[in-house]
């Protein structure tokens, strides 16, 4: 009876133990190192973004010099009245893409802006969390004998051993990596660049803030005297004060439970009204924390615009094959009819449009009239023809002038023989 009651009062000493060593957890390293990751992450888009602006901006510099080489064949060449119309209908559909490729080139960069401000605002709630928890520590030392002096560490993170983080634990937050103590967080624009898909980079946020048992504490809930974690009244970072609802740190990242010690972690949802657990890690960020949220709606958009511009460049990239024109039909008709070309069929070819806004019928065109057009473009676009084959931005610049130039003494030779023929008029005896 007596020994029974000695394994009682042990077992009791052992809970008690237990419970005051799992009061005032820690965040383990695991936790902040993948804050910092995606915040790494996060402030690379100022760079993607640019990277893709300037991919833009090639794609519609390349446009306008198809339209430039266009125009300069018209100049200086001589064409018989198909050719004539074949260019006219050439510069038209171009045209028409390159007008396309700059509203959503603007399109673009006003989505860039929305990418790269709501990933700041996103990598900012990341760092301000890191950095608290991180700075929520010290050191003291104390005799266990008269002779033994020991070091304890109070911490919110843990870095090496029993520890607190130094900025090289978490080295994608700052500069350097964090190498030194003085680094700074990395800048808005200091981020590696990626170049992921719509999906893969919300895989990538999940990927580095899930926890691999789900426990966002340190060492399963050992005593670190981390204030930060418990808000239980009168003890805890709030002193006195009081807390109506739960403490959600990292825009709900983290969440601490109100009345909670710290004691037991989970993952879940911040959101909660009610936790099971004192401390809980958001196990769906990226549908609930409201600034990933942001940012990836705005991250998906940007891409899909820029996928837009993609399309629209195809449009003369890929080789106009009888299959391609075909696919393109309707375009390719749109522009024999805004170019006023073929004009034995461009009336009926524009009534046909009209009739339906979605498809085009080479019947209602006369019957395969459409096709017999379509067939004067097959590889129209080829870039190895002679007219299309020089890419030199300023040599286009240079020949376009100079062939405006060549028209403009041309037209201004036709003037002057006019008016010097004209004279001849107001002689009196020619007059008869």
């Not at 879940?268 to 549908?287: A, F, L």
Request: net charge neutral; proline share 1%; aromatic share 10%.
């Amino acid at each position: 009876m007596k020994s029974a009651r000695n394994l009682c009062a042990i077992a009791l000493l052992l809970f008690l133990a237990q419970t005051a060593v799992a009061d005032y957890s820690a965040l383990r390293l695991e936790a902040a190192k993948g804050a910092c990751a995606v915040s790494r992450k996060l402030k690379s888009m100022y760079k993607y973004v640019k990277i893709k602006r300037k991919e833009a901006s090639d794609i519609l510099q390349n446009v306008d010099n198809v339209v430039k080489l266009a125009r300069l064949r018209v100049m200086k060449e001589h064409h018989e009245h198909l050719e004539c119309d074949k260019m006219r209908v050439f510069v038209s559909f171009v045209n028409g893409v390159r007008t396309g490729i700059r509203q959503a080139t603007r399109r673009l960069y006003t989505a860039g802006v929305k990418v790269v401000a709501s990933a700041g605002l996103a990598a900012g709630r990341l760092d301000e969390f890191v950095n608290i928890f991180r700075e929520a520590s010290h050191f003291e030392d104390f005799f266990e004998r008269r002779d033994v002096k020991r070091h304890v560490y109070r911490f919110c993170i843990r870095g090496d051993g029993a520890e607190y983080a130094e900025k090289r634990n978490i080295g994608d937050c700052f500069m350097n990596k964090g190498e030194s103590e003085t680094d700074e967080f990395l800048p808005v624009d200091g981020g590696d660049v990626v170049g992921k898909s719509d999906a893969e980079i919300e895989d990538v946020i999940k990927t580095y803030l899930r926890l691999v048992d789900g426990d966002p504490r340190d060492d399963k809930g050992e005593n670190r005297s981390c204030m930060l974690t418990v808000v239980r009244p009168s003890e805890g970072y709030l002193g006195t004060g009081q807390t109506d609802g739960n403490i959600i740190w990292g825009d709900g990242l983290l969440g601490i439970a109100k009345q909670g010690n710290g004691s037991t972690g989970s993952t879940g949802s911040t959101r909660d009204k009610s936790y099971k657990t004192n401390i809980v890690w958001e196990g769906n960020p990226t549908e609930t924390v409201p600034t990933l949220k942001a940012f990836l709606k705005n991250y998906n958009d940007f891409n899909r615009k820029m996928a837009q511009i993609g399309l629209l460049s195809r449009k003369l990239t890929e080789e106009w094959t009888i299959e391609y024109l075909d696919r393109n039909k309707r375009d390719f008709m749109c522009a024999v009819v805004q170019s006023g070309a073929f004009k034995k069929m461009s009336s009926e070819v524009s009534a046909a449009l009209m009739t339906d806004d979605t498809e085009y019928d080479d019947e209602d065109a006369g019957g395969g009239s459409g096709n017999e057009v379509l067939d004067n473009f097959i590889y129209m676009n080829d870039r190895k023809q002679e007219w299309l084959a020089h890419w030199d931005k300023d040599k286009i610049e240079r020949d376009v002038l100079t062939g405006e130039f060549g028209m403009c003494r041309s037209t201004a030779g036709m003037w002057r023989n006019h008016t010097n023929r004209s004279w001849l008029f107001h002689i009196p005896f020619l007059r008869r």
